[in-house]
């Protein structure tokens, strides 16, 4: 089994609200029919994350709208979103990652239409040409997660590495990481460092830039802001 994960960009006739029902409506039954899917995550820029706008961060490109994971048999025998749902999906493209799950959600279950509540930030990553692989690779798995865990009140975490791109027109990625927050979050700076008080506020903001600088240079990241859907875990191989 094998994950792939796939950025979507909208037409520009569709609004963000109405791609994020589209995609649920329209894109999601055609892929559950798959025999090869194991495991179907969709999250997606709408109306509902409005309050989190000022963490969104552009710095290499267009943002995706949407951000689709699939577990498959074989990521080489993959869908093309584009061209199931071409009135709604602009482009799309696709990368085959090796996933870690440093938190798993098992406070904050889907609601009936497989909404996750809170907000789900995702972060596309390139690696700073300044750190070799392995350097860098120990500083994000190795020490940086623990941080993140210990100053902000992620309650699911999921960090994506990029094993190779599977769209030759696919942009530059070497992570992308996946941070489910609680609602409060998207607006409040207390609730998003899991701070009671200015003093911790301060600490733990402190601590996880100080831990970001050490393996992403803020010119190579790109970060959105989703309402994350759950509409069927990965299943075993």
């Not at 609004?15 to 894109?27: E, H, I, P, T, V």
């Not at 870690?100 to 959600?105: D, K, M, T, Y």
């Not at 696919?170 to 460092?193: I, K, T, W």
Request: glycine residues 4%; charged residues 20%; proline residues 7%.
């Amino acid at each position: 089994m094998e994950k792939v994960l796939y950025s979507l960009w909208r037409q520009d006739a569709v609004s963000a609200d109405d791609f994020g029902a589209g995609l649920r409506q329209q894109l999601v039954p055609q892929l559950q029919a798959l025999a090869s899917l194991r495991g179907l995550r969709l999250a997606v820029a709408d109306g509902a994350v409005a309050a989190a706008a000022d963490k969104r961060m552009q710095t290499t490109g267009a943002l995706p709208d949407a951000l689709l994971s699939l577990w498959l048999d074989d990521a080489w025998q993959r869908p093309d979103p584009a061209a199931l749902v071409p009135a709604l999906v602009a482009r799309s493209c696709a990368w085959l990652v090796a996933e870690a799950e440093p938190i798993v959600n098992s406070t904050q279950p889907p609601a009936a239409d497989a909404r996750v509540p809170g907000f789900c930030q995702v972060a596309l990553l390139q690696r700073p040409p300044r750190l070799d692989e392995q350097t860098w690779l120990s500083i994000w798995k190795g020490s940086h997660g623990q941080v993140a865990i210990d100053t902000q009140s992620t309650f699911g975490y999921r960090q994506n590495l990029v094993v190779c791109a599977l769209d030759a027109h696919a942009p530059l990625l070497h992570a992308v990481v996946e941070e489910n927050f609680p609602d409060a979050a998207m607006a409040s700076r207390h609730a998003f460092y899991a701070a009671d008080d200015d003093a911790t506020l301060a600490a733990n903001e402190a601590a996880m830039m100080e831990s970001c600088a050490r393996f992403i240079d803020f010119d190579r990241i790109d970060v959105v802001p989703m309402s994350e859907y759950l509409f069927s875990p990965a299943a075993g191989p």
